[in-house]
């Protein structure tokens, strides 16, 4: 009775297994070499609509905020000038004072969202470039950023724990599962492009030029077979040329 129990636990084990290996390899499909560089290019044009978006907002809501700024200071100068509002002085001034203080803060922070959104476009911008010409050294720029936006995004989520939005979003433990969970599928971007950017290098690597001598004949008796040519062998990319001279130098 125990010899087909056991059968039968080995052959669930070996469909679970299978499955599972089905899965990653599902998962995997992005990175292999086949589907690299398409992957690459999807993620680079992905990145460069999200970028010019988020800097498109940004610049509207720094508008915004300039034109507030303005209004706040025609209203300070009206109110000194006119007496146009029905509360007293004193408490008008500190309202315009603390709205404008506001507003100036507002519009600074606007200010460095907009540098680090130019940026983040600018990387993207080399990025889709380093893609679609194949140069590794325009991917790096991009790489550099984006890991260091997934680290100051991991602090400041970690640093507003305790703001009422997260209570009202569920607690705390909902917050860090669906914060970190963006950072993670951002992070899988990340690898993506890091993993074509190692790709690139490689094959960069194997295209070197590497001189090599072959035996030659006396002068004026070289057969064509031996003639100076261009020659690739293998599949891994490597070049070599082949020249007539002993030495190797053509």
Not at 6 to 28: F, I, T
Request: hydrophobic content about 45%; charged content about 10%.
């Amino acid at each position: 009775m125990l010899l087909p129990t056991v059968g039968h636990a080995s052959g669930v084990g070996c469909k679970w297994k299978c499955c599972c290996q089905r899965v990653w390899e599902m998962l995997m499909t992005p990175l292999s070499p086949k589907n690299l560089r398409t992957t690459a290019m999807l993620t680079s044009i992905y990145q460069l609509l999200i970028s010019h978006c988020a800097l498109f907002l940004v610049l509207l809501g720094l508008a915004h905020a300039e034109q507030m700024c303005q209004v706040l200071e025609l209203d300070i100068v009206d109110q000194k000038d006119n007496g146009f509002y029905n509360m007293s002085p004193f408490h008008n001034d500190l309202v315009l004072q603390t709205a404008s203080q506001l507003a100036n803060a507002t519009e600074n922070v606007l200010y460095f969202l907009a540098g680090i959104s130019g940026t983040y476009a600018l990387s993207a911008i080399a990025l889709f470039f380093g893609v679609w010409k194949s140069r590794p050294g325009l991917i790096i720029p991009w790489l550099i950023v984006e890991f260091l936006l997934m680290v100051a995004l991991g602090v400041l989520v970690f640093m507003l724990r305790d703001m009422k939005l997260v209570q009202l979003l569920g607690g705390q433990v909902p917050y860090f599962i669906v914060c970190y969970s963006l950072i993670c599928m951002d992070y899988c971007k990340w690898y993506v492009m890091h993993t074509f950017y190692q790709s690139l290098r490689t094959m960069n690597k194997l295209r070197e030029i590497a001189t090599v001598a072959i035996p030659c004949p006396a002068p004026g008796a070289i057969p064509y077979h031996f003639q100076r040519e261009h020659m690739y062998l293998g599949s891994n990319g490597y070049k070599h040329i082949l020249t007539e001279s002993p030495d190797g130098q053509c």
